[in-house]
């Protein structure tokens, strides 16, 4: 890279929280994490979900909020992506609480061709004209330095609608995954890398392994709030070929690992014994029951035993509610 | 000549063509930069792969060549001394798989030497290979083209790189042959392609329109029909379920290539190229619907 382009790009970063990098994040007080319940997708929860963001200290007034859902594949009949009506819920709240714009872009992990993700009519269709959405896997990046060690790659190329933001929001669908045990927010990250610089799926991140890269992203690239569609989530073969596992509720914190434990255990694992969700407990709050404070409905209610992959049989516990 | 058509009709309709063609053409160089690239998205800098796929729509349309001049000369920026070529020039280690879409532009431009130096580069990337794998019914041992150097090859950049290496009389090549074989093998049983595997555990994957266009479009005239038809007729037979410009573009280039009927598909094509809205207007795709809607072939002999 040559030394202009770098000095564009630091000055770009100057200018975005987002991306300001993971030290100990360790809050004094622990982790707020809320369930709300939804038992389907007919209803609108702008009003509520904003009134959680606000409880939980997020400020959005004159902000410029991107909303990173997960939309890695198309199946019509699988329940694979943040469902739209989630989607549009979290972007009106955002609007409700004066952010000055809200983006909902997806660098999808699968599919290139953006109707199948950020630029399909149904979400156009049911979101406020004054929310914007963009395709992250082809445009602008800007490199940033990674902030961690465990991937061995010295920059993450970060699409620049995610650098430009104010705030980030992650927003997966709660799921199992076949390597990974679970995907939620913090692998949800691979998402605002574009597929022009990582290709169809990001295979340079598998070959630097899943669990590193997911660390390292979630060192380098500050999320600044978590909504995880629990509505409809997957179990079995996940992320891709699983089953519908109805929970009835999205989980919604500003500590991505709080956020990403509580939904292990609303599935039945014991996120201790997940490897990549123990690493990240290192650095990041919210892993340990202890360090989460559940705000909202009774977890209880949303428990679940979400069917895995014989090798991931050993890294379910509970119950935890 | 009217071909014993009613007089005139004809006529009228290659004109209304030509028209439609110069507007769509004019629309797609409204995103130009003063530097002579092309972004993705209205707003975005220039890219390789839209500024690449605008020059091949300029080629497809007829366009003379005076219109691409700028387009060549910035793309020519992109290669690296390696004769890889580069997503932009801030970033010189990315994107390297579009040095096979780089190559098809400067096949069709004629220039030569940047076409040497790219098909050298691409002559000596081979994708990472691993033993077979029982959860996957494919071959992991052969070569195909990957996204990244030093990873898994995949459908598109392989499929991208055989474009390349047939327009240049390279088909014989030892890379080319096993690079066929990777694709072949990378079919879907009941057809078309996914982006990578066909099947796990026994469940077929789903067929995706662009890679299943672009690999069909690689793969005519080097491979025998026969193991091709069922991916034909999956495009032909489910049609009306494509919905995007790009699946559309795709299913237009590759049934074409193959001499089926597109028609119902170009009507479609046409209108949606006249109706996206600009802040949703992926030039790259915009300039693959071109060349569907034009007559001359750009990435089969």
Redesign the interface.
Known sequence: MKRRQFLKDATLLTNAVALSGITQNVPPEPCPVTLLPMPDYSRDLSREIAAVMSGDGLQLKGKKVLLKPNFVEAHAERPINTHIAVIASAAHACLRLGAAEVIVGEASGHRRDPWFSALNPSLRGILDKKVKCVDLNHGDAVSVPNAGRRSGLPVFYVAKPVAGADILISMPKMKTHHWMAVTLCLKNLFGVLPGVYYGWPKNLLHFRGIDNSILDLARTVKVHYNIIDGVVGMEGDGPIMGKAKPVGALVLSPFPLAADATAARLMGFDPQRIPYLFQAGRFLPGLKQQDVVIRGEKPARFAAQFDCPEEFRGMRGGPFF | MTLGLTPGYNDDVMERSASETAALVERLLSFSSPEGGL???RG??S?A?PTFLAALALFASGAPTERAKPLLSWVKTLQNLDGSVC?N???????L?LTAQAAIVFHHYGLKENLKRALDFLLSLRS?TVANDPRLRQDNTLAGW???P???G?V??TAWSLIALHLSGQAGRPRAVEGRKFLLDRRIPSGGWN??NPS??D?EL?P???TTGLALAALRGQADIDRLRPSLDLVEKRQDKI?????LAWAVISLQAYGRDAGRLRTRLRNLMGSPAE??L?V??FALGLMALSQKRVFTA
């Open positions: 972004p993705y998205y975005n800098s890219s792969e997503v020039p801030g970033h010189r280690g990315q994107g798989w990472v990957p996204w990244v030093g990873t898994f995949w598109e950049p982006y990578g796990l555990d469940k789903l995706f329109w662009d919905e995007s410009l790009c699946g802040e949703d992926h790259g795709n």
